[in-house]
Structure formats: structure tokens, C-alpha cells
């Protein structure tokens, strides 16, 4: 080739270029489109709301069993979103989302900050508030 020249592409290598350019375009639009969510998630996390041990939690933290209906309903807005347009079902999804909140420390729901432990609170060394019933 002649210095000063461009090159042209071969028919092979136009179409490598073309089938690149396609692949970046439809990458591009389906990065641009409305992505349903996957109901695993939801289902995983409302198996993990039913399980024994974070329901022992929730009945020694609160003293009641977790009912998981937050858990439950996210379980059925994503079914629900698989069946309606994708308008629809963004802004239901969005909806939901906004309806949650933002997540509750535990400690600011139960308990009240303490400098000194309360009235009567047995330690050692110190006499019981209240005799034993065997008199002790």
C-alpha cells in the first residue's frame, strides 16, 4: 500500500464491524429498558423471615412472632409486576419501594438508653430486693 492511503476494510472485516457496532447498540438498549426484578430475592428473604431462628429473635426482642407480611407483599408486588405493562409495573415496583421505608434500629424501638442500671437490679455482693420464697 501506498503511504498516505487509508485502508479499506475486507467484506470479513466490515462485518466484524458491523456485528460489533450491532452488539454495542442492543447492549445499550437493553441497558435502557425497564429490567423486571427476579422473585428469588423476595422469596429469600421471606424464607428467612419464617425461619425458627429469626423468629426466636424477633419473639425475644419484641414478644411476638414476626407475621413476615412486608416480606409477603414484596412476594406479591413482583409476581404482579410480571403481568402488567412495563410502565405499570415500574411504578408499582416504585411504589412499593417508597411504602417501605427506611429500616428501624432495633435498639432506638425497644430499649431506652440506661447511664446506671435500674432500681433493684441484683449484683454481687448486694442484698436481694425481695426475700426468696424458701427464705433464703
Known amino acids: 500500500m ?3 492511503k487509508a485502508s479499506v476494510p475486507t467484506a470479513t472485516e466490515q462485518a466484524e464491524l458491523d456485528f460489533e457496532a450491532a452488539s ?3 447492549t445499550e438498549e437493553a441497558k435502557a429498558r425497564f429490567q423486571r426484578p427476579k422473585c428469588s430475592k423476595a422469596i429469600a ?3 428467612l423471615c419464617c425461619s425458627p431462628g429469626l423468629q426466636f429473635k424477633h419473639y425475644y426482642v419484641y414478644g411476638t ?3 413476615c407480611s412486608e ?3 414484596d412476594i406479591k408486588t413482583c409476581i404482579y409486576s410480571k403481568f402488567v405493562p412495563d410502565d405499570k ?3 408499582l415496583l416504585e411504589e412499593r419501594e417508597q411504602a417501605k421505608g427506611k429500616p428501624v434500629k432495633v435498639e432506638e424501638l425497644v430499649w ?4 446506671k442500671p435500674p432500681e433493684g437490679w441484683f449484683h454481687p455482693g448486694a442484698k436481694l430486693s425481695t426475700p426468696r420464697p ?3
Open 24 to 26: 454495542v447498540k442492543a
Open 89 to 91: 409495573a415500574k411504578a
Open 112 to 115: 431506652e438508653k440506661r447511664d
Open 2 to 4: 501506498a503511504e498516505g
Open 65 to 67: 412472632i414476626k407475621p
Open 45 to 47: 428473604s421471606w424464607r
Open 134 to 136: 424458701d427464705g433464703r
Open 71 to 73: 416480606e409477603w407483599a
